[in-house]
C-alpha cells in the first residue's frame, strides 16, 4: 500500500502503462524494473490506446494480478474510473480481492475519465462537472463497501448518479486499500483532500504542481487530517535516449497525446487522436513530458519533485525499449552512477 511521511525521501516507481504493452510484457517489465531499483509499479486502465500505433489496451485487473505475483512492491491502477464500464461496486470488489491476496501493497487510483475509454458501452458521455461529481459519488459507494466488509453488515446507497442494492464485500482486507484521487484541478484537489486518502495528478510547471499539492492539503485539513502523511502521487512522463534528437522522435512518434495542450477527455478514438497528433510540435511537449538524454537532468527533475511535496512519483518512459530504459535510469539516476 501506498503510504507517505513528511520526512520520507520520494519514492520512485514504474509506471506500465499498458497502452503500449502486451499483458505478458506489462508484468515482465514490472519485474525487471523492481530489480533495477523501482519501487512500486501504476498500471494505466485504458480500454483502447490513445493512438493506433501504441497498440494496446489488455484490462487493468488481470494485468495487476500478474503484476502483483510477480513483484513485492506497492500496485495500483492509475487510474481506473468507475460508473461507466465497471460499476463502483465492481471496482469496490476488484479492488478489496487484490487487498486482501497481497496485504499491504494494493492502492486504488480514481479518476473522472475520459471518453475514449468509458463511452464504448455506449452510455450519455457527461461534461467535466458531472463526471467529477460521479467520481466522488463513486467513491463515496466504494468506501462504504471497504468500511463495513467485516462489520456483518450490509450496505445500501441511492445517490444521484448510482444505487446499490442491500449487500457487502465478503472478501476483504483486514485494512482497506488507501483511494487516491486524479485530478489536474485545484478544485478537484481540494475535495480530494477532504474525501480521498491521497492525490494523483501528472507533468505540469511546477507552479500549477505546488498550487494543486496546496490546495489539496488545504482540503485535509479540513477534514482534520494530516496532509504530511498522504500520498502524493505524480506519473511522471519522460524520454530518455541517447541523443536529444532521438529523445524528441520518440515522444513525438509513440507518446503524442502528451503534447496534446486541450481537454482530451471528450475525444472518442484512437484514430481521432492520430489525426490531431498531425498538429502536435516538440515545443508542445513542454512541462508535459521530460525530454532529456541526460541522466543527470532526471536525477534534477526527481529532486524538484521532492521539493515540491511529492511523496511518489511513477516514471513512464514513452518510448518502445522498455527494457534499455528501466535499466539505464535504474543505474544512472536512481543508482546515481554515471554511464
Known amino acids: 500500500m501506498v503510504t507517505s511521511s513528511a520526512s520520507a525521501p520520494l519514492r520512485v516507481g514504474y509506471a506500465a502503462m499498458l497502452e503500449q504493452l502486451d499483458p505478458r510484457?506489462?508484468?515482465?517489465?514490472s519485474a525487471l524494473a523492481e530489480q533495477h531499483g523501482f519501487r512500486g509499479v501504476m498500471a494505466s486502465d485504458h480500454f483502447q490506446p490513445w493512438v493506433p500505433q501504441q497498440g494496446q489496451a489488455p484490462f487493468v485487473w488481470a494485468v495487476l494480478a500478474g503484476i502483483a505475483a510477480q513483484t513485492k512492491g506497492d500496485f495500483g491502477p492509475g487510474v481506473t474510473t468507475p460508473g461507466y464500464r465497471m460499476h463502483p461496486a465492481a471496482v469496490a470488489q476488484a479492488s478489496?480481492?487484490?487487498?486482501?491476496?497481497?496485504?499491504?501493497?494494493?492502492?486504488?487510483?480514481?479518476?473522472?475519465?475520459?471518453?475514449?475509454?468509458?463511452?464504448?458501452?455506449?452510455?450519455?458521455?457527461?461534461?467535466?462537472?458531472?463526471?467529477?461529481?460521479?467520481?466522488?459519488?463513486?467513491?463515496?459507494?466504494?468506501?462504504?463497501?471497504?468500511?463495513?466488509?467485516?462489520?456483518?453488515?450490509?450496505?445500501?446507497?441511492?445517490?444521484?448518479?448510482?444505487?446499490?442494492?442491500?449487500?457487502?464485500?465478503?472478501?476483504?482486507?483486514?485494512?482497506?486499500?488507501?483511494?487516491?484521487?486524479?485530478?489536474?484541478?485545484?478544485?478537484?484537489?481540494?475535495?480530494?483532500?477532504?474525501?480521498?486518502?491521497?492525490?494523483?495528478?501528472?507533468?505540469?510547471?511546477?507552479?500549477?504542481?505546488?498550487?494543486?499539492?496546496?490546495?489539496?492539503?488545504?482540503?485535509?485539513?479540513?477534514?482534520g487530517k494530516n496532509p504530511a502523511s498522504m500520498p502524493r502521487v505524480i506519473q511522471w512522463h519522460v524520454s530518455l535516449a541517447d541523443t536529444l534528437a532521438e529523445a524528441?522522435?520518440?515522444?513525438?512518434?509513440?507518446?503524442?497525446?502528451?503534447?496534446?495542450?486541450?481537454?482530451?477527455?471528450?475525444?472518442?478514438?484512437?484514430?481521432?487522436?492520430?489525426?490531431?497528433?498531425?498538429?502536435?510540435?516538440?515545443?508542445?511537449?513542454?512541462?508535459?513530458?521530460?525530454?532529456?538524454?541526460d541522466a543527470a537532468a532526471h536525477r534534477q527533475k526527481l529532486t524538484e519533485l521532492a521539493r515540491l511535496g511529492f511523496s511518489h512519483v511513477y516514471v513512464h518512459h514513452v518510448g518502445r525499449d522498455q527494457r534499455a530504459f528501466i535499466e539505464r535510469f535504474g543505474a544512472e539516476v536512481l543508482r546515481g552512477d554515471r554511464a
Do not use: C
Not at 510484457?25 to 517489465?29: D, F, G, S
Open 25 to 29: 510484457e506489462a508484468v515482465e517489465l
Open 96 to 223: 478489496a480481492t487484490l487487498a486482501a491476496m497481497h496485504p499491504g501493497r494494493h492502492w486504488l487510483g480514481i479518476g473522472s475519465g475520459d471518453a475514449l475509454s468509458e463511452h464504448v458501452v455506449g452510455q450519455y458521455w457527461p461534461e467535466a462537472p458531472e463526471r467529477i461529481n460521479r467520481m466522488f459519488e463513486a467513491i463515496e459507494i466504494i468506501k462504504r463497501l471497504f468500511a463495513t466488509a467485516h462489520s456483518g453488515r450490509d450496505t445500501r446507497f441511492s445517490g444521484n448518479y448510482f444505487t446499490l442494492e442491500s449487500t457487502r464485500l465478503w472478501t476483504a482486507p483486514e485494512t482497506p486499500p488507501q483511494i487516491l484521487v486524479a485530478t489536474a484541478g485545484p478544485v478537484t484537489a481540494r475535495r480530494a483532500g477532504r474525501s480521498a486518502d491521497g492525490l494523483i495528478t501528472t507533468n505540469a510547471p511546477p507552479e500549477k504542481l505546488a498550487a494543486l499539492l496546496e490546495r489539496f492539503a488545504t482540503g485535509a485539513r479540513e477534514a
Open 248 to 293: 524528441e522522435a520518440t515522444a513525438l512518434r509513440e507518446w503524442p497525446n502528451g503534447g496534446m495542450r486541450f481537454s482530451r477527455a471528450d475525444i472518442r478514438s484512437p484514430q481521432d487522436f492520430a489525426h490531431l497528433a498531425r498538429t502536435v510540435r516538440i515545443e508542445d511537449f513542454e512541462n508535459h513530458v521530460f525530454i532529456s538524454p
